[in-house]
């Protein structure tokens, strides 16, 4: 931790925020426990219920919309 205070003191300001930056996302992708990455929350489940395409058809739409 003290290499990382040392050159965080040797950074022009906005450099520290940019740094701050990093920190704060590498925090939110490995989470706060240890960087323990959480698993699936299948949040998205059931939202396609009402449509009446197979996931066939939902993939050929997918690759038109991308086109």
């Given amino acids: 931790m003290q290499d990382v205070e040392r050159i965080l003191s040797q950074l022009p300001p906005e450099a520290r ?3 701050l930056d990093y920190a704060e996302f590498l925090l939110q992708k490995y989470g706060r426990k240890g960087g323990k990455r959480r698993g699936f929350t299948f949040s ?15 993939q050929h739409k997918a690759l038109e919309w991308r086109l």
């Fill in 17 to 19: 925020r940019e740094l």
């Fill in 44 to 58: 998205w489940e059931g939202k396609l219920k009402d449509v009446k395409l197979t996931s066939v058809e939902l």
